[in-house]
């Protein structure tokens, strides 16, 4: 059973439920998403039933915009709790207080933030809304003289990404505060199967352009990347899934993991992979992956033959974040042909509308070996240049 919400589904995604055939659910806001009656449509009635007489029926869905649906439609079943395992923060730290007994972490409520007192906590740590999605609202506090201008800017982001989602995605009314997780930072879809065992299908790696950078701009994935943290993400969605007794249950996973090989989790999102069809989408140009297929038909990807097929180059995901400091009113266009001649072999190029979303858009690339600067001189841009003002 697919679950489609907004802000956004691919063609890829379409494609994919169209060729299977697949469920997918009549709510308004897939219908007023996709507009092929084709589809293997299924009343939100119908849907509510089937689930309900299969406790671990499949269910994927492109966007946290659902979980409201799953909420009010599927109270009776596992999935609303399994959901909170995952997207509230704050539970999910709590979930794994056994394996990280020394990791710290607090729950603040944002009514509080401004008589919270800092002076005892380990510096650096990380600030993040509870519930939330993309990167927003998340800053790092390198020491105390910091706060009260994190302050500012918490407050500032809010003003500026409230109305984006809904609250089941994003959430400001709570925080977390948690110490900073040192190591590279990678991004993981996987699922797990009919039988609970968990199946990884793509791990990006989200490259930072400095220890203060906590933006999305850029996520690689290549053989090297994959071979080198299989292992040790498999190991951590493992004890995952034993604590959690999923099946049939897809997720998207970031972590940590350090120069002694320690691997800590960031978040997990429940229900789908990369939001807005991303990491999902990037698994079938760089492997040849279909991940939503092979969760569906609980199939395991074949790294070796996988590998054996394709060259080892890097494909990149690149999120085109507004971080002009241009302000959207203020900006007539985005020239997306500049843009992609400054790429060796663009793949896909999705454009957002200026001002429905603080984003221009997504590129997928793909980078030779010694081609690396490309990615580097995008993830440091501030993106002025392909930007047209009023």
């Known amino acids: 059973m697919i679950l489609i919400g907004k802000p956004y589904v691919s063609d890829f995604l379409i494609k994919t439920i169209k060729k299977n055939k697949f469920q997918i659910v009549a709510t308004a806001e897939a219908k007023e998403l996709i507009s092929d009656e084709s589809l293997n449509w299924v009343s939100e009635a119908a849907a509510k039933k089937i689930i309900k007489s299969e406790p671990n029926h499949l269910i994927y869905s492109n966007s946290e915009n659902t979980i409201s649906w799953v909420e009010a439609n599927l109270s009776e079943t596992k999935r609303p709790e399994q959901i909170k395992h995952f997207k509230n923060k704050i539970a999910f730290r709590e979930l794994l207080k056994d394996v990280y007994p020394n990791y ?12 919270f007192s800092v002076n005892n ?3 650096p740590f990380i600030i ?7 990167s927003l609202g998340v800053h790092k506090v390198d020491e105390p003289a910091e706060w009260n201008d994190v302050l500012t800017k918490i407050k500032t982001d809010i003003e500026h990404i409230k ?5 089941e995605v994003l959430n400001t009314n709570n925080f977390i505060i948690e110490e900073c997780i040192e190591g590279e930072e990678y991004a993981i879809d996987c699922y797990y199967n009919n039988k609970g065992e968990a199946v990884i299908l793509n791990c990006m790696h989200h490259v930072f352009s400095s220890g203060k950078d906590v933006s999305d701009r850029v996520y690689s994935t290549s053989k090297e990347i994959i071979t080198s943290t299989l292992k040790p993400v498999q190991n951590l969605v493992n004890i995952i899934g034993e604590k959690t007794g999923l099946k049939n249950f897809p997720i998207h996973i970031e972590v940590r993991i350090d120069s002694n090989g320690t691997i800590i989790p960031i978040e997990v999102n429940p229900m789908r992979f990369g939001g807005w069809c991303t990491t999902g989408d990037v698994a079938n140009y760089a492997f040849g992956i279909n991940s939503y297929e092979y969760f569906i038909y609980n199939k395991k990807p074949n790294w070796n033959a996988i590998f054996k097929q394709k060259e080892d180059k890097k494909c990149s995901l690149i999120l085109l974040d507004n971080n002009s400091g241009i302000e959207q009113n203020d900006i007539a266009s985005f020239d997306y042909d500049k843009l992609l001649a400054d790429f060796e072999n663009p793949l896909l190029l999705r454009k957002i509308t200026i001002g429905e979303y ?3 858009g997504f590129l997928f690339t793909e980078t030779s070996k010694g081609n690396e600067g490309e990615l580097k001189t995008i993830l440091t841009s501030n ?3 392909y930007i047209v003002k009023k």
């Open 121 to 123: 906590l380990k510096f």
């Open 163 to 167: 109305g984006f989602y809904p609250t």
């Open 358 to 360: 603080p984003i221009f």
């Open 128 to 134: 993040k809304p509870a519930i939330g999605f993309f």
């Open 383 to 385: 993106l002025r240049k």
């Open 104 to 115: 710290f972490f607090k729950g603040v409520k944002y009514e509080d933030l401004d008589t």
